[in-house]
Every structure is written in C-alpha cells, then in structure tokens.
C-alpha cells in the first residue's frame, strides 16, 4: 500500500525544521529529494568502484562500466524503450533538447520549415529553438493554450502542416500541471510528416511513460525532479534517428578512431555508435547510477500509485485553498487533469511575498515565472506562486499549508 | 547582508538576505528607521522610509520593489542598516 508517511522515512531531509517549523517541501516541479537509497548508491560508487568507464581493462573500471551500462538498461525499461542504446545520458531535460536542436534540428531545418511549439513551454523549449532558428532560417509557430491552462489542440493541429518537421510539447506543464495527450499529437505530427519531441520533465518522474506506446521520436527528461542527481538527465531517441543524427560534441568516447593522415595533416575520424556518439567526455557516471537507484525506488512504489496519490493531493489542496478568500487558483479545475501542480496568487501580494511568508513557516514554494514566461502573459499575470507534489507530501501537510496561506490573508 | 537577489517575474523586485547570524541585529536596526504601515504577528513588517516601500521577513529576508538598480538599494540598506 502507498503510504507517504513511510516514505518520508526514506528521506534525511524531511527530517529537519527550517526557520523553527518543520519543513514542508513544495517545490517538486524544480527539484526533488533524494532517499537514502540514491545517496548510498553513489556514496558506494566512489566508495567500491569509482573507475572511469569504458576506458580501461581493469578491474574498477570494469565495475564501473558495468554498473554505469546497468543504469541505462534499466532507465529504458522504465520508459518502455526498446533499447539501452536509445537512451542518452545528458546533464537534464535543457541539455536534452539542446541536444536534438543542435544535432538534429542544424541539419535538418532551413528556411520555410516550422517547428511548432506552445505557449506552455518551459524556456528549455523555446529558446534552443529560437536561437537555431536565427541561423538556419526556419519558422517557429506557437499553439495556442487556452484560459484554464491547458492546451487548445484545435490551434496544434491547424498549425501541423506539411511544412512543420519537429513539434515540441510538454506532456506535463511545469506552471499549470495540465496534461497534455502527447501520444494524440505525435500521431497527427507523423501524418504531417513532422517529428514529435516530448518534454517529460514534469511527467516521467509522475506517472507511468511509455514512449513505445507514446510513439514519441525523443523524450527529454531530468534526474533531479525524480528523485535521482543533479546533472543526469536522458534524452531517448529512437535508433534510427539516432544513427542518422551527426554528434554534439566532439571528444573522447564519442569517437571510435582518430587517425593521423600525414600527406594531408589532418585527422580522419569515425564515430561511435549511439547513445556513445552523443556522450563525448568522461560522462557523470556516478549521477546516472544514482538516477537508475531512483528509478528503482520509483518502480517498487508503482508510477500508477505515484499518479494517484499526487492526483488524490492535488484534488485535497485545491479545495482546502478553494476556501480561502483571497487565494486564486489556475490551471485546469479537474485534478484529475494536472499533475501535482497548483499555481496560485494571494490577492494584494506578490508571489514572492507569499512564498517568503511561507518560508517563515518552513514551507519551501516556488514563486515567479518557473522559466515559463510566455504563459504568465497567457493568464495575465505579473507572475504566479506554486506548489508542488512528490511521493512524500502528505494532506496534514497540505492542511497547515492552508492554515499559513489562511493567516496570511489578514495582510 | 549576505546577498541580494532579483526576482524572476514581471515586478523585477530585489530580495535581501540578511546573515542568519546577524539577521535579528538588522530587523531591529531597520524597524528603528523605517515607518511601520501594517504588520502580522510580528512576522512581516511592511514599512516605508524615504519614500521608498517594503516588506521585511522575520526569517531574515527583505523585499524591495521599485528600486532602480543595486546602486541605489546598496545606498537604502547603508541608511537603514548602520
């Protein structure tokens, strides 16, 4: 049985007050905590086995590869990937696309090609487009989402055209937590001809993703906001892509030969195959064993139940803020249709104020734009304050939260 | 002062932080010289001083709105904290 209250054992930090109160963590959608098991699983890593990877014939380096290949094995499975050679690691979801924008989109996009994006999207999926785009002259269109947060996939689908080549969603929005049915648009995108990348951010470390099922051509994603590292993230990519695709950086390990041709004094060079073509350098071995920890510990709870509980959460806090005066909530109404996400403003007071009142009583929100800012122009707003739900938040939680919002009113 | 901060939103204000250590000797420094207009529970004091608005936390931060660049709040805070 899901029980959040066992779970918080897991977690070190949970376990100490902030500012005389007991921390109350909210602020989920930009990173989570880690549970004893990912820490003692790179503490062991540079502890037993720390080598460099794929390098070296020796013993250390022989665990370390193995324990670093292992990582990738089981991430893919998480994410119902076919492969471990579709999965790519990289330092979170900005490098990600970063990584497609580069690799794929400098070859593949010229002028009178689109790119369709939405007015949701985290600034990691704008502005890469953005910049190439300055380059190689292709357009960007944005899709419209509507008033309550979600996705107007009427204006998606108008703007998919045989002139689009990639479109890029999140599945899960990181300011409004609206859900977006990805799986629905890569399919019109692949009757266009386009391709489709998903941001899952905010979804992969809240709900069971399959990209099989999905038919996704790349998926992004973070190891901090799933429980796992800083600086390990994953891009999958479908093989065939990803053989076609020309490298990101050029260095160590992405390479298979460097050859001295002397009549022309230059190198000649092959490249490896992916997902090494794409991870040039000593790659954050120890990150990626401790993200595939936290995909272990994420499995043997069950995304299913994951899902339900945030939904259950979010369902709770909505009416506990639903009746307060002065709170105004956005997004989606239905819980059901968000995940884990509630933006929210305290009439009279900035977000920042309301997120430093609730510091006082050591509840951690995020406030701001969530590098979201074409969205907070969507619902009109100067910027937004936001809670945010993981596999540990409880309603008694929730409950006190409602009380410092409650006492905060009287400002 | 242990540093300061702008906000990432539309109202461009600036969050001081002041030393945890040193964050009480502030506040009572700041509240002898600034005018209180509203306070809760003694846990925000939003005050005025030189025309200026802002609001200061008893966990031992401050906002500043309006404030043209650091300059101009490095020379507020000099006033207000010595």
């Known amino acids: 049985m899901f029980d959040p209250h066992a779970i918080r054992a897991d977690f070190p930090i949970l376990k100490r007050r902030v500012n005389d109160h007991p921390l109350i963590y909210f602020d989920n959608a930009a990173t989570t905590q880690k549970p004893r098991q990912v820490i003692e699983a790179e503490r062991d890593f540079y502890e037993n086995h720390n080598a460099n990877v794929h390098r070296a014939v020796h013993t250390l380096s022989q665990e370390a590869t193995e324990l670093h290949e292992s990582s990738r094995e089981r991430i893919a499975k998480f994410i119902g990937a076919r492969e471990s050679s579709e999965i790519i690691f990289v330092r979170g979801t900005t490098e990600a696309i970063n990584l497609v924008a580069y690799s794929w989109g400098m070859r593949n996009l010229k002028a009178g090609d689109e790119v369709l994006l939405s007015l949701m999207e985290h600034h990691s999926n704008i502005v890469p487009w953005e910049i190439i785009s300055k380059i190689t002259g292709f357009n960007i269109r944005y899709a419209n989402v509507n008033p309550d947060g979600t996705l107007d996939y009427k204006d998606f689908e108008s703007k998919l055209t045989s002139k689009t080549k990639l479109a890029c969603l999140s599945q899960v929005s990181n300011v409004s937590g609206a859900i977006n049915d990805v799986k629905r648009l890569a399919k019109v995108a692949h009757e266009k001809g386009a391709l489709m990348l998903v941001d899952g951010a905010q979804s992969v470390p809240h709900m069971p993703v399959d990209v099989y099922a999905l038919d996704t051509d790349f998926l992004a994603f973070s190891g901090h906001k799933m429980l796992g590292p800083t600086g390990i993230g994953v891009l999958y990519g479908k093989k065939p892509l990803l053989q076609a695709m020309a490298p990101f950086q050029g260095g160590g390990e992405m390479i298979k030969d460097v050859s001295f041709i002397q009549e022309e004094e230059r190198c000649g060079i092959s490249l490896n195959e992916p997902p090494w073509k794409f991870e040039a350098g000593t790659p954050n071995i120890a990150g990626g064993i401790g993200l595939a920890e936290a995909v272990k510990y994420l499995e043997r709870l069950g995304m299913n139940e994951v899902f339900r509980h945030e939904v259950e959460l979010t369902a709770y806090a909505m009416k506990r803020l639903g009746e307060l005066k002065k709170v105004t909530i956005f997004g989606p109404a239905n819980a059901e249709s968000k995940c884990g996400i509630i933006p929210f403003s305290v009439d009279g007071l900035s977000s920042h104020d309301v997120a430093l009142f609730c510091d006082t009583f050591g509840i951690m929100l995020r406030s701001g734009f969530h590098c979201a800012q074409p969205l907070h122009q969507v619902f009109k707003l100067q910027s937004s304050a936001r809670a945010s739900f993981y596999v540990y938040n409880t309603k008694e939680e929730v409950d006190r939260f409602a009380e410092v919002l409650k006492e905060m009113e009287e400002f | ?82």
Request: hydrophobic content about 45%.
């Open chain 2, 1 to 82: 002062m242990a540093r300061t901060e702008g906000t990432c939103g539309a109202e461009k204000d600036i969050i001081v932080i002041f030393k945890y250590e040193k964050k009480e000797e502030a506040i009572a420094h700041i509240l002898k010289k600034a005018a209180l207009k509203n306070s809760i529970a003694g846990i925000i004091y939003e005050l005025t001083f030189d025309g200026r608005s802002f609001r200061v936390y008893t966990s031992g931060k401050a906002i500043f709105r309006s404030i043209k660049d650091k300059e101009e709040l490095n020379s507020i805070l000099a006033t207000l904290l010595l």
